[in-house]
């Protein structure tokens, strides 16, 4: 199998060919190491790091940003983003505050403060 992809790294954006061929992988077309291992790791065990917004229940009108701490596999990013929908939290909230725990290997941490 061959895949064509482009690295989203840095903004570079290097063109990347990737080609599996059982359990042997060969990235082309990167400039540095990390997108070989950014090509490996898309066709093999693709992952995102999910941002969203959480209700401040005691703020009228007021959402809190926030985002995965560590990329989650793409096929439980909707999964997440419905158990971060029915999540609200009480304000002050300072950026890096653990919003959510262990929500598919992750925590859900805040990504801005609200006084
Ligand atoms: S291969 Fe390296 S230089 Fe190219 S976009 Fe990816 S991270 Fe950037």
Known sequence: MKRELTCIICPRGCSLSVNIDGAKTCVSGNSCP??????????????????SIVRVENRENTMVSVKTARPVPK????????????????????IGDIILTNIYGTDIIATKDIV
């Open 34 to 51: 990390n997108g070989e291992k950014y090509g490996i790791e898309e066709c093999i065990h693709p992952t995102r790091t999910v941002t």
């Open 75 to 94: 096929e439980n990013i909707f999964d997440v983003m419905e158990i971060i929908r029915k999540t609200s939290v009480k304000a002050p909230v300072k």
